[in-house]
T-cell receptor
Framework: DGGITQSPKYLFRKEGQNVTLSCEQN?????MYWYRQDPGQGLRLIYY???????QKGDIAEGYSVSREKKESFPLTVTSAQKNPTAFYLC?????????????FGPGTRLTVT | GENVEQHPSTLSVQEGDSAVIKCTYS??????FPWYKQELGKRPQLIID?????GEKKDQRIAVTLNKTAKHFSLHITETQPEDSAVYFC???????????FGAGTRLTVKP
């Protein structure tokens, strides 16, 4: 393990509260990604960032927000607008730069909203 | 956009048998096809990948084949062992990882 970390591992929140999930990498990767994993649905892309201070929406960005102020960090905020926030969230990074490369995943954060 | 379908959703084999997982993709521009293994409660990890200029790639007991004409690719695991039990995801990407799309996953169980 190491290289890309996420915290916390488990997170519990009340409905209506915003919550921020942390993602940090020390691999010197340019690109970072957030995925949501639900049972039987594989990984769905929420947001991605190819470079500092730039990020783009993925397939299911509604109700989420991100920032990329540092190369190493790509936090994800799950807002109260997200209708079904309970899920397993995975952060990933890759070399980037236009050619698909292996993505390295963090250990994930399991978010439960009640 | 790209759409990746993966079959079967669950697969149970006896230890020592082979396992095959198949994926189809829709975007003919896709040129990178990784396979990830995710053990229970852990992060997905790349086990093998193939690019479109290659038809087959092998790494010990694991092999991947790609048929660009039919737009499908498969993962083959030979001499399965209980530690191969996990969820396996295929994916496809064209320009860069921004458009990478994952299959829904296959839960492989290897019975001792």
């Amino acid at each position: 393990d190491g290289g890309i970390t996420q915290s916390p591992k488990y997170l519990f929140r009340k409905e209506g509260q915003n919550v921020t999930l942390s993602c940090e990498q020390n691999l010197n990767h340019d690109a970072m990604y957030w995925y949501r994993q639900d049972p039987g649905q594989g990984l769905r892309l929420i947001y991605y960032s190819q470079i500092v201070n730039d990020f783009q929406k993925g397939d299911i960005a509604e109700g989420y927000s991100v920032s990329r102020e540092k190369k190493e960090s790509f936090p994800l905020t799950v807002t109260s607008a997200q209708k079904n926030p309970t899920a397993f969230y995975l952060c990933a990074s890759s070399i980037g730069q236009g050619w698909p490369y292996e993505q390295y995943f963090g250990p994930g954060t399991r978010l439960t909203v009640t | 956009g790209e759409n990746v379908e993966q079959h079967p959703s669950t697969l149970s084999v006896q230890e020592g048998d082979s396992a095959v997982i198949k994926c189809t993709y829709s975007d003919s521009a896709s040129n990178y096809f990784p396979w990830y293994k995710q053990e229970l409660g852990k992060r997905p990890q790349l086990i093998i990948d193939i690019r479109s200029n290659v038809g087959e790639k092998k790494d010990q007991r694991i092999a991947v084949t790609l048929n660009k004409t039919a737009k499908h690719f498969s993962l083959h695991i030979t001499e399965t062992q209980p530690e191969d039990s996990a969820v396996y995801f295929c994916a496809a990407s064209s320009y860069n990882n921004n458009d990478m799309r994952f299959g829904a996953g296959t839960r492989l169980t290897v019975k001792p």
